[in-house]
């Protein structure tokens, strides 16, 4: 008996109508298009502020394509069942990589104001020369191609056999995908450690924390999460998956939200809680920098806006079944990732206390106003959802 025999009739495919939101892409074209002339002007007048504030933009979205290609990796790794429905826009974010990796050219280009190791010449500072045989620009340039050629082509090629199993309902398909995912995972816990420690740690080349990977991978998924839920909820309510996506998805997605509020903040703690323990110079640095001045004030802001509020309103069972008040936790979750991803980042140009500059704003608007357009265009290009994937009709079925 041929596979195909043993498929499963499922539900007709739901397809977004690009036409009916010719006006939101125009939106977003407009607002690429005057994020990215403005950059480039701050870029000409004001290279050092620029480097930062793009670096910062680059980052805050690179993390939410991240986590969103990890949900695809732990979906088939674990063969989640409830995932099915919401899976195909994770495979659609995460195919924004190619302009991600694009984004990364101004990093690169304007590194000598970011990273201050790439400044000082061999035989001048001891620390940095044992550190040499990693931190040189060959292979910092070699390790980021590395990194977006892998997130792109493993995101492309889980896209590529989940479209055609639309199309032919082949149930091997489910089974190569899930033995891409088990090949992804390892590269991708390599390829996300080792991307944010250079372009983020890198800032201070001085500075070490073992946990500064699963830190921002537990910000990462976490704020993913959240932006699944927004997402889906915007299908649903421009009159998309109303019968696909239902309650029952919103709640387990609140508690995966819940469940990396947690964890961001036990990972944030640890690593604080350890390093200023041991008070070591060359670890404190890090977070003396931001505990002090007025770099403190957000830093709080941060312990409270990302942890406390989230997790005491995500405790409750009525956030998590209520659409509308979950996606405000959401929302708030993403600005909170914002908020963090700045800390991160600005502290190390602005070192005498917080100064917000103009340019701060452009770059996001630039790199998020573009990765929106592309989306709404690629979006249309498939169904919502899986539609003959062997689990649909569970997960259509799914009760917590």
Not at 171 to 192: D, E, G, I, N, W
Not at 197 to 214: C, E, I, P, Q, R
Not at 220 to 230: E, N, Q
Request: with cysteine.
């Amino acid at each position: 008996m041929s596979e195909r025999s043993h498929v499963v009739p499922t539900p007709e495919g739901e397809y977004f109508e690009k036409s009916r939101f010719a006006g939101l892409s125009f939106i977003a074209a407009i607002v690429a298009v005057v994020g990215l002339i403005v950059s480039i002007i701050g870029a000409i007048v004001w290279p050092e502020q620029f480097a930062y504030s793009w670096l910062f933009g680059f980052a805050y979205f690179f993390t939410l394509c991240a986590g969103c290609f990890f949900w695809i990796i732990v979906h088939h790794a674990v063969d989640a069942e409830w995932s099915v429905v919401v899976r195909r826009q994770w495979e659609n974010i995460a195919n924004l990589f190619p302009l991600i990796a694009l984004f990364f050219i101004p990093v690169f280009l304007f590194r000598h104001h970011l990273y201050e190791w790439m400044n000082i010449p061999p035989g001048e500072d001891h620390l940095l020369d044992s550190k040499r045989a990693y931190l040189n620009l060959p292979f910092f340039a070699l390790r980021a191609v590395f990194f977006f050629v892998y997130f792109s082509a493993v995101a492309f090629m889980f896209r590529k056999i989940s479209v055609r199993q639309d199309r032919d309902g082949n149930p091997a398909s489910t089974l190569k995908m899930r033995r891409l995912a088990f090949v992804a995972l390892p590269l991708f816990a390599l390829s996300l450690t080792f991307g944010v420690w250079d372009w983020l740690a890198g800032l201070n080349y001085k500075w070490f924390s073992t946990m500064w990977g699963v830190y921002i991978f537990a910000g990462a998924c976490g704020s993913a999460m959240s932006l699944t839920v927004l997402v889906m909820a915007a299908l649903r309510h421009a009159g998309y998956l109303k019968e696909t996506v239902t309650i029952e998805h919103f709640h387990i997605m609140g508690k995966w939200m819940l469940a990396f509020t947690v964890f961001w903040a036990y990972i944030g703690f640890s690593q604080y809680m350890l390093i200023w323990y041991a008070n070591i110079p060359e670890e404190t640095d890090y977070f003396i920098l931001r505990n002090t001045k007025s770099w403190n004030l957000l830093s709080l802001l941060l312990v409270v806006g990302r942890f406390f509020l989230p997790f005491a309103l995500l405790l409750l069972r009525s956030t998590k079944k209520d659409t509308r008040a979950l996606c405000m936790v959401a929302g708030w979750i993403l600005c909170m990732q914002l908020l963090d991803i700045y800390v991160v980042v600005l502290p190390e140009l602005h070192r005498t206390g917080f100064h917000l500059s103009i340019l701060d704003f452009f770059p996001v608007l630039g790199i998020g106003g573009t990765l929106v357009f592309f989306y709404l265009r690629l979006v249309g290009t498939t169904s919502l959802f899986p539609v003959r994937d062997p689990r649909v009709i569970e997960s259509l079925r799914i009760v917590n």
